[in-house]
Every structure is written in C-alpha cells, then in structure tokens.
C-alpha cells in the first residue's frame, strides 16, 4: 500500500521540543504540496501546517511561531520541528499531500505526548 511513513514522535515536557520526519516515494512526493496533520484522541484530525514543492509553507494558528516545516526534496522528506511544545499539542501526527482529492491512504503516525 503506497504511503507516507512518520516517524520521530515520543513523550516531552511542556515546553520541549521534538523533530518529526515524514518520508515517502519519490512518486508520492515530488512536485505535491506535503501537510503535517493530527488527530487527538475524540477530536477530528487537522491540518498543522503545509510546505510547497517550491518551499513556501503555512501554519495553522495553534501553531504558528512554535512549528516548523521544513523539506528536502532530494531524498523525499518533510520534517517538523516543534518547540515550546504545549499538552494540548498531544496527538497523533500525520503527513499527506494537503490537496484532498490527491491525497494517499494515511500512514500509522506517530504519536506525540507532551506531559510533565
């Protein structure tokens, strides 16, 4: 089954920071607008951010100054750097293309716990 693979999540105090990697085939990758999405447990799953084939990205609110998007189109990654990380950032996350009709069947996750 063609998908994307995250990775990198895990268990941080308020405030810490983490870095997640998405990684897929170059076929999934190369020229699509890639999201970061999450889902927490009983809520709906959101779009954290999106980053462009070119580079150029965009946040979500709850997010914006905090998270990073960042991309290497040489080896078919997008990467998320969070910082100063809140409980209420606890979820799953999740990379796909942002388009909706172009997206993928979702990926495991990987899970992010932010508790002291």
């Known amino acids: 089954q063609v998908q994307f693979v995250e990775s990198g999540g895990g268990l941080v105090q308020p405030g810490g920071s983490l870095r997640l990697s998405c990684a897929a085939s170059?076929?999934?990758?190369?020229?699509?607008?890639v999201g970061w999405y999450r889902q927490a447990p009983g809520k709906q799953r959101e779009l954290v951010g999106s980053?462009?084939?070119?580079?150029?990205?965009e946040y979500a609110g709850s997010v914006k100054g905090r998270f990073t998007i960042s991309r290497d189109n040489a080896n078919n990654t997008v990467d998320l750097q969070m910082n100063s990380l809140k409980p209420e950032d606890t979820a799953v996350y999740y990379c796909?293309?942002?388009?909706?009709?172009?997206?993928?069947?979702w990926g495991q996750g990987t899970q992010v716990t932010v508790s002291s």
């Open positions: 170059g076929r999934l990758f190369r020229g699509y607008t």
């Open positions: 980053i462009t084939n070119g580079g150029s990205t």
């Open positions: 796909n293309r942002r388009t909706l009709t172009l997206q993928v069947s």
